[in-house]
């Protein structure tokens, strides 16, 4: 099966920086657009940025400027630079992918995945 694992969170202070990684593994045959999303108590869960297979990205406009997403194919992973970090920052982040497997020996199946998510406290 495929499995997404999140490292890199942790306890920052207000301007600081973090950055995150999620690597993929598992029986994958190509993955597409891989996607950083988070999550705070109550709310609902919020897509912070994206990546296609070539390297487009997109960003939630609280976001833009101080955050960056990019991708290492050869690895399946991608990562969050996150810059100028402010207590607004503070979520559970999670990694999300579109990833394609090997059902058979001639179908192929794409599915979405998710990771158990990686905590940021942004607090002075």
């Known amino acids: 099966q495929v499995q997404l694992v999140e490292s890199g969170g942790g306890l920052v202070q207000p301007g600081g920086s973090l950055r995150l990684s999620c690597a993929a593994s598992?029986?994958?045959?190509?993955?597409?657009?891989m996607r950083w999303y988070r999550q705070v108590p109550a709310k609902e869960r919020e897509l912070v940025a994206s990546i296609t297979r070539v390297g487009n990205t997109n960003y939630v406009d609280s976001v833009k400027g101080r955050f960056t997403i990019s991708r290492d194919n050869a690895k399946n992973t991608v990562y969050l630079q996150m810059n100028s970090l402010q207590p607004d920052d503070t979520a559970v982040y999670y990694c999300?992918?579109?990833?394609?497997?090997?059902?058979?020996?001639?179908?192929?199946?794409?599915?979405?995945?998710w990771g158990q998510g990686t905590q940021v406290n942004v607090s002075s």
């Open positions: 999300n992918a579109d990833i394609q497997t090997r059902r058979t020996i001639i179908e192929y199946i794409w599915n979405n995945y």
């Open positions: 598992g029986r994958i045959v190509s993955i597409n657009v």
